[in-house]
């Protein structure tokens, strides 16, 4: 690298800190960011702090924070920003490998101004985290194509290591890592398969133990599991299924790189994939992704699931952009101009798009979480009141017992899991799991609103009616409506738990 690149990489490393702390959430942004931050406080994927499979690494390297800043979101958001600036540091080397210096910047100015990219840097999630280890290990592992060797090992402990921080990672990228060894001497290829197993035992025993054995730990994951992602797998639902995850693969990719997603268009014959052995090793690193999120499980809200194939979405988009400014007929100051459109209008879809993963979005649900926390004390104090939180990724229940920890919020549905139905139930920011509904004096329970929109408020009326609108009373405060109803009336809420119907049989929460 020379001084240019140097300072490139200085520049954009810098870009990408200050944008991301600029904007940074300041409140734990999503249901499993709230699991993270538990779980900073008590590791315990059978309750999910965090859910399964744990993320047993992205934990440890969150308490670390934690023990400096003392602030479990901040701590989580650090991660997720120091990620982003390595991000962009591993593409740009790795654009700079494949191409030359031009690509390298149109390569990290994409992920620069990548709306889902900036999003996932200033919240509290780990898909920043995973997209750094993707690209890191896809330079290691190019390098060991390129016949270099010493590679090898250090690659083997990244994959160990991802796979810590999300799990998942290992069925990603370990193809990758597979494919860059097959040329290697069968010496090294053990050597490189030991490593990686070591690595991730490493981690993994001592995850299981802390987790209450393997037990514990597999039941909870496959309770997860059956409930959520084995649900609607390209083995148990209909073709349209996988379709309609398709479509939202192009609909991510399109939040993704924003306007720099129809550079492919301006892409000449001969510049499309210049050279057969990058384009399959770029097949290789982006497949298995894709097919796991096509034929197995996505969901538009967990878009950043994405990001684990960011880096070389970048690096190519960087080259057919160099190719385009390189080879264009247009004079440099319409060049420039279009250039400096579409970062605007990147700009504006981080900052102004109505999606969930947009600024716009954090500022409004902090604002609506600042409204609740003022209003519920004054229907009704922690004695008095039990609150009833949804499975929402943005105020849920998990919300609900995490800012408001001196009330005991339970989670509607119960859950059907390995012990039975039970109620996932929240106290002073921890979680447990419960056959019946928690005893203690209250009187009411209260609704804990979702964001404001058209899909949630049919939602609640279902829910509503299940107690029936004449038991509920509607109280305003802070700003913001609470639907409340007699504690007398809550097993209609949770039919399915045991003993829910006999007066004084609720166990108490601690």
């Not at 990228?173 to 097959?182: K, Q, V």
């Not at 993994?204 to 037990?215: E, I, K």
């Not at 070389?312 to 007929?329: H, N």
């Amino acid at each position: 690298m020379n001084r240019g690149s140097r300072l490139d990489l200085l520049l954009l490393a810098g870009a990408v800190g200050l944008s991301r702390i600029a904007f940074r959430s300041h409140d734990l942004y999503d249901l499993d960011s709230v699991n993270f931050a538990l779980a900073i406080g008590r590791f315990d994927p059978s309750v999910h702090q965090p859910h399964p499979p744990g993320y047993f690494l992205y934990i440890l390297l969150g308490r670390l924070l934690n023990y400096v800043v003392h602030d479990a979101n901040l701590a989580l958001v650090l991660l997720s920003i120091g990620a982003s600036c390595g991000l962009v540091v591993m593409i740009y080397k790795m654009a700079l490998e494949w191409f030359a210096q031009r690509e390298a910047r149109f390569t990290g100015l994409i992920f620069l101004f990548s709306p889902l990219a900036w999003f996932h840097g200033v919240v509290a999630l780990t898909y920043s985290v995973e997209a750094f280890f993707s690209a890191l290990l896809g330079y290691l592992c190019w390098q060991i194509e390129s016949g270099r060797q010493a590679s090898l090992l250090p690659a083997g402990i990244i994959l160990g290591v991802s796979a810590g921080v999300r799990p998942s990672s290992l069925l990603f990228l370990g193809p990758i890592f597979l494919y860059s060894i097959r040329r290697s001497p069968r010496r090294r290829q053990l050597a490189g398969a030991v490593v990686v197993v070591f690595t991730v035992l490493l981690w993994f025993l001592p995850m299981v133990r802390t987790s209450g054995g393997f037990g514990a730990y597999f039941g909870a994951l496959f309770s997860l599991w059956r409930l959520v992602p084995g649900q609607d797998t390209v083995f148990n639902s209909s073709p349209a299924t996988s379709i309609a995850r398709g479509f939202t693969i192009v609909l991510i990719y399109l939040l993704t790189f924003g306007a720099a997603s129809f550079i492919p268009l301006f892409a000449g014959r001969r510049d499309r994939w210049p050279d057969i052995r990058k384009k399959l090793f770029t097949a290789v690193w982006i497949a298995p992704a894709l097919l796991f999120f096509t034929f197995i499980f996505l969901k538009f809200v967990n878009c950043g699931y994405l990001l684990i194939v960011v880096a070389p979405g970048c690096i190519w988009l960087g080259y057919w952009a160099s190719k385009w400014y390189e080879r264009s007929a247009w004079r440099e100051s319409p060049k420039l101009a279009l250039i400096g459109v579409c970062v605007v209008a990147n700009i504006f879809i981080f900052l102004a798009s109505p999606f969930y993963c947009s600024y716009r979005s954090i500022r409004r649900f902090e604002g609506e979480l600042d409204g609740i926390r003022a209003g519920l004390p004054e229907v009704g104090g922690a004695k008095d009141v039990l609150i009833v939180g949804f499975d929402s990724h943005s105020l849920g229940y998990r919300h609900a017992g995490y800012y408001l920890p001196s009330y005991v919020t339970v989670e509607y549905p119960e859950v059907k899991l390995q012990d039975g139905m039970q109620i996932f139930a929240m106290h002073e920011r921890d979680t447990r799991l419960l056959g019946a509904l928690p005893a203690g004096s209250y009187s009411r329970f209260v609704f804990f609103p979702l964001p404001a929109d058209a899909a949630n408020r049919r939602y609640l009326q279902s829910i509503e009616d299940q107690v029936g609108s004449k038991n509920l009373q509607t109280i305003r405060a802070g700003g913001v409506e609470f639907v409340t109803g007699s504690i007398s009336d809550l097993p209609l809420l949770f039919p399915e738990v045991d003993g829910t119907a006999k007066a004084g049989v609720y166990p108490p929460l601690h």
